[in-house]
């Protein structure tokens, strides 16, 4: 049991450093202004419940591929690593809002490159669509599958995937799991209710500093540990 809440711990605290000021963080924000939250919710919460289960998975294979004892290592290696990159982020930063207007660039992009197709169809397809507001419509709606692809994609190799999968190689896969799904519940939650003012207010130095001191401190409890070969 305390294998399982250790996990959780670490994995909650590392899942809302690392998230919160994301660029999923910010995407999610951005597209709750736009379309229905309940749709974004959803959209950004199932991928990044996917990639949380899946990362784990693999940190949980780990060990079967190869000694405990290697991948304790590799995931020690990996959670300094993590903290000195969060560290040098943190401390190079140019500026808080730079990255929310690089992500709203991207999607203003993709928002008029979508409306443009979709007034074209529009009136041939009124009809239809009030025939086929359905429960299974709402359920693969566009706009769901919007913030499932950008959040899914989003999120495949970075550093908090990484972390996932190195903290279940190491942990409780379960106490990863049920941490990271909270934390990213959380994360996403406060994301789209929040919006953009939320979101122009989070110092990305602020967080990135404390993500690499938790990091590092990670690191410092791991490689204090002992593991059996």
């Given at each position: ?6 996990g959780?711990?670490?994995s ?12 999923t963080f ?5 597209l ?11 959209g950004c919460?199932s ?28 995931t ?9 990159w ?25 928002w ?13 397809d009124d ?17 769901l ?12 190799g ?27 519940a ?6 789209v209710?929040g919006?953009?003012s ?19 401190v990670?690191g410092i ?9």
């Amino acid at each position: 049991m305390s294998s399982v809440v250790q996990g959780f711990t670490k994995s909650l605290a590392m899942t809302v450093l690392s998230e919160i000021g994301d660029k999923t963080f910010f995407a999610a924000a951005i597209l709750a202004m736009r379309h229905p939250r309940r749709l974004v919710l959803a959209g950004c919460l199932s991928a990044l419940i996917v990639m949380t289960i899946l990362s784990a998975l693999v940190g949980w294979a780990a060990p079967n591929l190869m000694s405990r004892k290697w991948t304790h290592h590799i995931t020690t290696l990996l959670f300094f690593g993590f903290g000195m990159w969060s560290l040098w982020d943190g401390f190079t930063a140019e500026g808080e809002a730079e990255e929310l207007a690089e992500v709203e660039a991207k999607l203003n992009a993709d928002w008029k490159a979508d409306t443009g197709t979709t007034k074209k169809r529009s009136k041939d397809d009124d009809d239809l669509k009030k025939q086929k507001r359905r429960f299974l419509s709402q359920l693969f709606s566009p706009i769901l599958l919007k913030a499932f692809s950008i959040t899914f994609f989003g999120e495949w190799g970075d550093k908090s995937q990484l972390a996932t999968i190195g903290l279940a190689a190491d942990e409780n896969p379960f106490g990863v799991v049920l941490g990271g799904i909270i934390g990213q519940a959380l994360c996403t939650t406060a994301a789209v209710l929040g919006g953009r003012s939320l979101a122009s207010q989070i110092s990305e130095k602020i967080v990135a500093l404390s993500g690499g001191v938790l990091f590092i401190v990670f690191g410092i409890q791991s490689f204090l540990s002992t593991v059996e070969s």
